[in-house]
């Protein structure tokens, strides 16, 4: 008797998963053991030095993340130093968060991949990779009955 293993059996499927989140989980603390601060804080220090200064709700955007979410990085990176606040010179009402010489410093020391390990990755794919991927996933998360909305705008635990 042969073996019948069916491609892409979901326990196949579920190997990859765990595949893809321990490399982005092991990249995240390659960056906390490196810089001393999570792959999601360097992300927005990289988005400070690349495109700041920034309105708080521009970076939210910029990082697909909650509002509340980024004021408690702001908080952390701001007492460590690396950013700070200032008013707009041509409307003093608007306050945009800067990188300060600090955190250029620190975000020119490593390659890394400064806007997250997986959002690089998906980067990378083709357009039509990118869409079968997506296909894929709407479909495990409609079987899963999970509403698309729940988590979509929070970085993964191990990047905060």
């Given at each position: 008797?042969?073996?019948?293993?069916?491609?892409?059996?979901?326990?196949?499927?579920?190997k990859?998963?765990?595949?893809?989140?321990?490399?982005a989980q092991?990249?995240?603390?390659?960056?906390?053991?490196?810089l001393?601060?999570s792959g999601?804080?360097a992300?927005?220090l990289?988005?400070?030095?690349?495109n700041?200064?920034?309105k708080?709700?521009?970076?939210?955007?910029?990082m697909?993340?909650?509002?509340?979410?980024?004021?408690?990085?702001?908080?952390r990176?701001?007492?460590l130093?690396?950013?700070?606040?200032?008013?707009?010179?041509?409307?003093?009402?608007?306050?945009?968060?800067v990188l300060?010489?600090?955190?250029?410093?620190?975000?020119?020391?490593?390659?890394?991949?400064?806007?997250g390990?997986?959002p690089?990755?998906?980067s990378?794919?083709?357009?039509q990779?990118l869409?079968?991927l997506?296909?894929?996933?709407?479909?495990?998360?409609?079987?899963?009955?999970?509403?698309?909305?729940?988590g979509?705008?929070?970085?993964?635990?191990?990047?905060?």
């Open positions: 008797m042969t073996d019948t293993k069916v491609p892409n059996a979901p326990l196949d499927v579920l990859q998963f765990r595949v893809v989140f321990r490399a092991q990249h995240s603390a390659d960056i906390e053991k490196l001393g601060i999601a804080q992300w927005l990289v988005e400070l030095r690349d700041g200064p920034l708080a709700g521009e970076l939210a955007a910029r697909s993340i909650k509002p509340a979410t980024l004021s408690n990085m702001l908080l990176l701001d007492e130093g690396y950013l700070q606040r200032q008013r707009n010179a041509q409307d003093m009402r608007v306050v945009e968060v300060s010489d600090t955190g250029r410093e620190l975000v020119g020391k490593a390659d890394y991949a400064p806007r390990w997986l690089e990755a998906l990378r794919m083709s357009p990779q869409a079968d997506s296909t894929g996933l709407a479909a495990l998360l409609s079987v899963m009955h999970v509403n698309l909305q729940v979509g705008n929070s970085p993964l635990p191990f990047t905060e």
